[in-house]
């Protein structure tokens, strides 16, 4: 089996995707804040989860309306400066008619449009934006456009985070490319069909809308929904992935073949959502979170979570500080059932608790581990076989910075 | 009735009680790091209610067996700079041979000793430190040493935190003292009878350990429980309550002068509570939020807690910032169950939101509020009739550099 990451690949190294990112004026800086993705293959599949915050921005309650009930998506705008969430029936209008605007200039129906929204919550959408937005877009489509799509998606990511891996699968090649934004109010909590993070994900492989759905939904647990920079969720997170076909290769359900798309979807998949730790706001550390040999897959998920969130942890991962005891407190406060004296803790593989106590290794011999911009915590409950890991950010005065500014 | 706190109130306000606070050497800074709280009448009730932390520290494990299987407790010895966490067998011993080392010294059993400790998590107790803390602490036994004692308990604490209550029941006078500590690792949820906050109350009321332990439990739910600074609950929370009966006012089980007691009880918590998330490490904002009609007080506690621990809500509130987007997003991602287009939201008596959306207020009529040192944010759900409240700290800075600073 080949399987390789495209250099600098993006949404675009799909042959059939088309993208672009322009400045529509949703950023008072003037940066490029509005995106667009089209596929030229009008038969194009598409699926899409989304937060499951109770407060779902507009645009994330029409997608999912699109992934319940329609066959195709051949386009997907998405603005950054404004969440449209909190808006009500004019919110939930804007979306419908911005999804139009652009199929209008598109040539294709309404309902062949996605729409993702991010930024500030509770301001109406200036549809003069949306409207320069697609008149600028729809010229400035490119078969190169991707990575600047990924750029014009980005609200306090200082870095524009893309990607595509080709994968052969039945002696030919399926590609699949991808973008993504998000370095603050992350915890996505995505749910089938129901995370600010946005992400768009193209490929040219022969699927239905049900099992793209299904391999989606199953692979954003196992990649954004791994990932913590701040414990909050958005009202707004989005992954769409949209399916042209073009390659020629079928996917079919429960298939050796869908195996290898489902991997290599995920391989893209983990490396954005790593790259949006790295991205976190104020990120100076990417650190491993994992639980091993609990009693159930919940303990260890509640275990990692407890940590990966903890001020306490993730200040000192900032501060280079090795004090396993806020660690060990983060455990404790979990909810998860375990036996404090049966657990080991590891900073890498240096063992740091044994048995709920220290395992006696010299302080100096820690401080390595942590000073390093990307290390692991295994805690070992050595209580049953089920594990669990999550990526989390440390937290820096310069989160502080970037959120206590972000709206003054 | 009659009920008033007394000035510069403390443990020592309570007839009968000595204390005070010396320097064992806990603390490299040479500040005092040892108080003792001392009962002149043999027959002193007590109760008290501990962290439900997994990883419970070896002095709290201690005080639990005492709860549920001691009579009376005349002595609390309380050492900060080591929590004596995390410290297996050897620290249980430790937790067990203070106990004796001051009840050697006052010439009382051992089991009528407590201890609480804060500090490092992790490390083995120095038991010459407890010995050099006791041989000081006996003869500096005082009866206005209570805020001396007060200041002993601190760790990342700025200020002192003590308080007194006179309170008429049954045509005499009961009074009620206590002193906390605590400004990090704070969101205690204290569980009878099993927070590193520490409390310890003193009355002269006559009341038997099970009453005290109701009244306890009940009053630890509505004030330490409802705070939180960082989210993070400590293995060392203690609140311990004695009772010397000195004033000779009974308190009978579900009689009137319980309810008079307990009410006394709540004011000395809630105060001192308050007064924690003030001084929580780095604040600069004292944040009520609470959740009124809710279809469950469950579902308006998720909300509220949601809300208070929210990373992005408290940066945006160091930064005096209105942004209620991050409120509604921390509401939607709680868990609770409720409404969005119902939800009304004000920041005092401001509307801030209505019906789910922006409710119109002008930005600038918000500055005001979120300027203040203390304000509160009221999530109306128009769902129910159920509600609930947390108070709650910002995040700023100065948090983070504590929590980066604290043991490199």
């Given at each position: 089996m080949s399987f390789e990451f495209i250099d600098?690949?993006?949404?675009?190294?799909?042959?059939?995707f088309l993208a672009c990112g322009v400045t529509a004026g949703f950023k008072r800086s003037g940066a490029p804040d509005f995106a667009m993705v089209f596929s030229e293959e009008p038969q194009t599949n598409f699926a899409g989860v989304f937060t499951s915050?109770?407060?779902?921005?507009a645009p994330v309650r029409l997608c999912q309306k699109r992934v319940l009930k329609?066959?195709?998506?051949r386009a997907v705008i998405i603005n950054s400066?404004?969440?449209?969430?909190?808006?009500g029936d004019q919110g939930m209008a804007a979306a419908q008619q911005s999804c139009e605007i652009a199929a209008k200039a598109l040539g294709i129906?309404?309902?062949e449009v996605g729409v993702a929204s991010t930024g500030r919550i509770g301001v109406q959408m200036d549809m003069s934006l949306i409207e320069r937005g697609v008149a600028l877009a729809v010229p400035a489509l490119?078969?190169?456009?991707g990575n600047q799509a990924a750029e014009a998606?980005?609200?306090?990511?200082?870095v524009p985070k893309a990607a595509a891996v080709k994968v052969e699968i039945n002696g030919k090649t399926v590609t699949i490319g991808a973008m993504t934004k998000g370095?603050?109010?992350?915890?996505p909590k995505l749910t089938v069909p129901h995370a600010t993070m946005i992400c768009i994900v193209t490929t040219d492989a022969v699927i239905s809308n049900k099992t793209l759905l299904k391999i989606l939904g199953k692979n954003a647990e196992n990649s954004?929904?791994?990932?913590?920079?701040?414990?909050d969720m958005s009202t707004n997170d989005t992954v769409l992935a949209l399916a042209?076909?073009?390659?020629?290769v079928e996917i079919a359900p429960d298939s050796a073949a869908e195996k290898l798309f489902a991997d290599a979807l995920l391989q893209v998949m983990q490396n954005l959502a790593r790259r949006m730790v790295i991205d976190g706001?104020?990120?100076t550390k990417f650190v491993e979170i994992k639980i091993v040999n609990a009693r159930s897959v919940a303990d260890a998920k509640l275990a990692a979570e407890a940590v990966g969130n903890s001020a306490l942890c993730k200040t000192a991962w900032f501060g280079n500080d090795p004090n396993w005891g806020r660690v060990v407190a983060a455990l404790g406060y979990s909810g998860a059932q375990f036996d404090p004296d049966k657990c080991d803790i590891y900073f890498d593989a240096i063992p740091v608790v044994k048995n709920g106590g220290?395992?006696?290794?010299a302080e100096t011999d820690l401080l390595d581990t942590v000073k390093k911009s990307e290390f692991t915590i295994t805690c070992d409950f050595?209580?049953?076989?089920c594990e669990y890991w999550v990526w989390a950010s440390d937290f820096s005065y310069e989160y502080v910075k970037i959120n206590a500014d972000y709206h003054t």
């Amino acid at each position: 089996m080949s399987f390789e990451f495209i250099d600098h690949g993006s949404v675009t190294s799909v042959p059939g995707f088309l993208a672009c990112g322009v400045t529509a004026g949703f950023k008072r800086s003037g940066a490029p804040d509005f995106a667009m993705v089209f596929s030229e293959e009008p038969q194009t599949n598409f699926a899409g989860v989304f937060t499951s915050c109770t407060f779902a921005a507009a645009p994330v309650r029409l997608c999912q309306k699109r992934v319940l009930k329609n066959e195709y998506m051949r386009a997907v705008i998405i603005n950054s400066g404004n969440a449209n969430a909190c808006t009500g029936d004019q919110g939930m209008a804007a979306a419908q008619q911005s999804c139009e605007i652009a199929a209008k200039a598109l040539g294709i129906a309404p309902e062949e449009v996605g729409v993702a929204s991010t930024g500030r919550i509770g301001v109406q959408m200036d549809m003069s934006l949306i409207e320069r937005g697609v008149a600028l877009a729809v010229p400035a489509l490119a078969a190169d456009g991707g990575n600047q799509a990924a750029e014009a998606i980005m609200t306090t990511d200082t870095v524009p985070k893309a990607a595509a891996v080709k994968v052969e699968i039945n002696g030919k090649t399926v590609t699949i490319g991808a973008m993504t934004k998000g370095a603050g109010m992350i915890d996505p909590k995505l749910t089938v069909p129901h995370a600010t993070m946005i992400c768009i994900v193209t490929t040219d492989a022969v699927i239905s809308n049900k099992t793209l759905l299904k391999i989606l939904g199953k692979n954003a647990e196992n990649s954004f929904n791994r990932i913590t920079v701040d414990g909050d969720m958005s009202t707004n997170d989005t992954v769409l992935a949209l399916a042209n076909g073009r390659s020629g290769v079928e996917i079919a359900p429960d298939s050796a073949a869908e195996k290898l798309f489902a991997d290599a979807l995920l391989q893209v998949m983990q490396n954005l959502a790593r790259r949006m730790v790295i991205d976190g706001e104020g990120a100076t550390k990417f650190v491993e979170i994992k639980i091993v040999n609990a009693r159930s897959v919940a303990d260890a998920k509640l275990a990692a979570e407890a940590v990966g969130n903890s001020a306490l942890c993730k200040t000192a991962w900032f501060g280079n500080d090795p004090n396993w005891g806020r660690v060990v407190a983060a455990l404790g406060y979990s909810g998860a059932q375990f036996d404090p004296d049966k657990c080991d803790i590891y900073f890498d593989a240096i063992p740091v608790v044994k048995n709920g106590g220290d395992a006696g290794t010299a302080e100096t011999d820690l401080l390595d581990t942590v000073k390093k911009s990307e290390f692991t915590i295994t805690c070992d409950f050595n209580d049953g076989d089920c594990e669990y890991w999550v990526w989390a950010s440390d937290f820096s005065y310069e989160y502080v910075k970037i959120n206590a500014d972000y709206h003054t």
